[in-house]
């Protein structure tokens, strides 16, 4: 049996975060892809509180969340390079903040964005704008937002670089302004194509498909 497995959808940017960490690492582990319109006994067993993915395994222990689920492969196969954190205090600490921070303000706004229409729509997407300066800032004299590889912020971020073109296509706006974003459309890029990642992307029709379909039912329109 693997030592390691890992709960995930085929679709979870989540779980991507994951699988990214894992690969980097050159951590053997095995997929184990759930359905959650029918969550299999596992999942509910491993994750009684949240009941989602992902969840990593490790010698029968669960681990929930993937920022916690990054963390503790860091911490649990630090000798493996690279390493996903510095080993500087700051740095460290300055790479959990930008996670978090996309988390709180990058990610919900994106949502926000896709799910509105109308005037609700362009408050949404000015937000996400206004948030995406910082990473714009953050990301000068870098390749990566972890400097010249891809570490634990990267992981944390990495779906936009798929996500946003995918949304851009569903919905007709722009997410990113090339002229305003041109660092944030070059890490995009950079990301997709690092080794370790650029095998693991979802198919992009399936995407394009599933969240125009989940547009579909989530849409929050406009009162007459």
């Not at 892809?33 to 509910?44: A, G, V």
């Not at 000798?79 to 996670?99: G, H, I």
Request: some cysteine.
């Amino acid at each position: 049996m693997a030592e390691v497995k890992l709960f995930r959808t085929w679709s979870s940017p989540f779980a991507l975060r994951i699988v990214w960490a894992l690969e980097v690492k050159g951590i053997e582990y095995e997929m184990i892809y759930e359905d959650l319109s029918n969550k299999s006994s596992m999942l509910l067993q491993y994750n009684p509180v949240y009941k989602k993915v992902p969840v990593l395994l490790h010698k029968g222990k669960p681990i929930s969340e993937s920022l916690v689920i990054l963390e503790y492969i860091e911490e649990t196969w630090k000798s493996k390079t690279p390493s996903l954190l510095p080993e500087d205090p700051y740095q460290r600490a300055m790479a959990r903040f930008w996670a978090k921070f996309g988390d709180d303000k990058i990610l919900p706004l994106i949502w926000e964005a896709f799910i509105k229409q109308g005037k609700d729509q362009e408050e949404a997407l000015v937000a996400v704008q206004e948030n995406l300066k910082y990473l714009e800032v953050e990301l000068r004299g870098k390749k990566f937002l972890g400097g010249d590889a891809v570490r634990f912020a990267d992981l944390a971020f990495g779906c936009l670089a798929n996500l946003v073109s995918v949304f851009e296509e569903v919905t007709g706006v722009t997410l990113i302004d090339r002229e305003k974003f041109p660092l944030l459309l070059t890490w995009m890029q950079n990301f997709m194509d690092a080794p370790k990642i650029r095998d693991t992307w979802p198919p992009r029709d399936k995407l394009i498909t599933k969240f125009r379909a989940l547009r579909e039912t989530l849409i929050v329109k406009e009162p007459k």
